[in-house]
């Protein structure tokens, strides 16, 4: 007995349990050209190495860096034709003749930037597995979750806790794992006042994350910008700073006699010299948004005042972990996330549309669908599951 479900395929065997059929080829969006439009394409559905796990994708979101990657922006550009996406969850559906026991067909679990490293190195040996120089990425050096199918390293496969919707996570395992760990290393302790810069995509994660960690949250938004403002407050901040973006560093002194670490999230180069005024002495800058411009600081101020400057990239396997863990919890994070993800519109077709969207919403009033882009657009266009 053949059941269809989407695309997906399903046969009743004579006991009646239903098993998975993958087909010889599945649809992705492709990036063929640095200077094109993602391709939807009909490409031969990837075959599992005996360290591998095949995913049938449930959803994937749309991470900013995957415009950086399509534009060729990145340093070291991906080998096209190359299909993107690193905020992928699916199920599993096969598994490679080495993979243990740890994973099972049926598993969810998410396809993220870090596919797999090289475990050996002295970056992998020492728990800081994002430093490997041997790391592969998916929707990079690897296919990725723009498509009904991708594999992932049975090694790094970090399954989806139980009861999470997989169309509200997707994101956590990029921007989440992003904004968790900037706030972990940031070291602010609950209680203590943490600044994040910029509410959009990253940042409003961000917020709810140190919300949902303990810590008193101030952010600081674009000038007169009063839905930013309203969906900071929503979120749980308790100040927030709209006023000229030269005056920041000093109107946190004054607020909150400084905060003990500042979260920039845009990639401005003034918020980050702005941060370096609004920290206590002792404080911390941790950097995710990505500016082009070089950033001057006094460095008799960083001795001094005995400041660090941290940049951090996503997450080891552990950190996500842990934000898939919190976010769980009767926290704000996922319900939050839910109205981020609501956006509709054929947003993958092409590129471009996702551009103008990203843009559109850089502008928008309303700032919780900064990052939505997100999720299950592209699934509508291509046919899976749909709820
Ligand atoms: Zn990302
Ligand atoms: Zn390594």
Same mark, same amino acid.
């Given at each position: 007995?053949? /059941?269809?479900?989407? +695309?997906?395929?399903? *046969? ?33 559905? #990837? $075959? ?7 995913? $049938? ?34 199920? *599993?559906?096969? /598994? ?53 199918? @991708? ?6 496969? @970090? ?11 997707? #994101?956590?395992?990029?921007?989440? @794992? ?6 972990? =290393? ?20 961000? @917020? ?31 100040? =927030? %700073? &709209? ?15 400084? =905060?003990?670490?500042? *979260? ?7 918020? %980050? ?14 950097? *995710? ?6 950033? +001057?600081?006094?460095?008799? &101020? ?46 993958? $077709?092409?590129?471009? &549309? ?16 900064? $990052? ?11 046919? #899976?599951?749909?709820?």
């Amino acid at each position: 007995m053949l /059941l269809t479900r989407g +695309s997906l395929s399903l *046969i009743k065997s004579c006991s009646g349990k239903l098993f998975h059929t993958v087909p010889q080829t599945m649809k992705a969006a492709v990036l063929t050209s640095f200077s094109e439009p993602l391709k939807i394409k009909e490409v031969e559905t #990837p $075959k599992p190495g005996p360290n591998d796990v095949l995913v $049938k994708n449930i959803a994937c979101g749309v991470c900013h860096s995957d415009l950086h990657i399509a534009k060729g922006d990145f340093p070291g550009r991906p080998q096209l034709p190359r299909i993107l996406g690193h905020e992928g969850i699916g199920e *599993i559906v096969e /598994l490679g003749s080495n993979v243990r026991d740890h994973l099972k067909k049926g598993n969810i679990i998410g396809v993220q930037w870090l596919h797999k490293t090289c475990l050996h190195c002295e970056y992998c040996l020492t728990g800081r597995e994002t430093l490997c120089k041997q790391q592969q990425n998916s929707g990079f050096s690897m296919d990725g979750g723009f498509a009904e199918y @991708v594999l992932m390293d049975a090694d790094f496969a @970090v399954k989806l806790p139980d009861g999470m919707d997989p169309y509200t996570s997707a #994101p956590l395992y990029c921007a989440g @794992v992003t904004t968790y760990k900037a706030l972990k =290393v940031s070291k602010v302790r609950a209680g203590e006042w943490v600044s994040i810069v910029g509410v959009g995509g990253l940042g409003s994660i961000a @917020v709810r994350y140190a919300v949902a960690m303990g810590m008193r949250v101030l952010t600081v938004v674009a000038p007169n910008d009063k839905a930013a403002v309203e969906l900071s407050k929503a979120m749980g901040a308790e100040e =927030v %700073y &709209d006023g000229p973006s030269d005056q920041h560093g000093k109107w946190v002194r004054q607020k909150v006699d400084g =905060v003990q670490a500042a *979260i920039i999230t845009v990639p401005l180069i003034q918020a %980050y010299e702005e941060a370096l005024k609004s920290v206590k002495r002792g404080g911390r800058i941790v950097a *995710i948004g990505l500016p082009a411009e070089k950033m +001057s600081i006094s460095t008799i &101020d960083f001795i001094l005042r005995e400041i660090k400057l941290i940049g951090t990239t996503v997450g080891t396997r552990k950190d996500l972990q842990e934000a898939l863990e919190l976010a769980k919890l009767p926290s704000k994070v996922l319900d939050n996330l839910k109205t981020m993800l609501c956006a509709s519109g054929n947003i993958i $077709k092409p590129l471009n &549309d996702l551009e103008e969207r990203a843009e559109q919403e850089k502008g928008s009033a309303d700032k919780s669908t900064a $990052k939505s882009g997100l999720v299950r657009d592209f699934w509508d266009l291509v046919g #899976p599951t749909k709820r």
